[in-house]
């Protein structure tokens, strides 16, 4: 059985940094596409990064020259840097898995919460 496990999240004052790391578990084939998103209080969860196997990333323009995805192929990871934090991105951070061969389909984590102080 795919299971996702992220770990990082935490409590920070504005301007600081946290990185999210997540692993894939219960397959040894390679994740397409490997990411994050985010859930705010009352909000719908939006994409905050995303990454192919092909080393294509892309982010959400609220994140673009804070955050920064990396992936371990072999290892079924995926992290996330978050630097210069703001109050404003605050919430549970999820990490996704595609998958097009083997255990096909979307996985997802359990969540892990971010925190910043003003």
């Known amino acids: 059985q795919v299971q996702l496990v992220e770990s990082g999240g935490g409590l920070v004052q504005t301007g600081g940094s946290l990185r999210l790391a997540c692993s894939v578990s219960g397959t040894l084939v390679g994740a397409k596409t490997m990411g994050w998103y985010r859930q705010a209080p009352g909000k719908q969860r939006e994409l905050v990064a995303r990454?192919?196997?092909?080393?294509?990333?892309d982010y959400a323009d609220f994140v673009k020259g804070r955050f920064i995805i990396s992936r371990v192929y072999l290892k079924n990871t995926v992290y996330l840097q978050m630097s210069s934090l703001k109050p404003e991105d605050t919430g549970a951070y999820y990490c996704f898995a595609k998958f097009i061969a083997g255990p096909s389909g979307d996985y997802w984590g359990q969540g892990t919460q971010v925190t910043v102080s003003s």
């Open positions: 990454v192919t196997n092909n080393a294509n990333a």
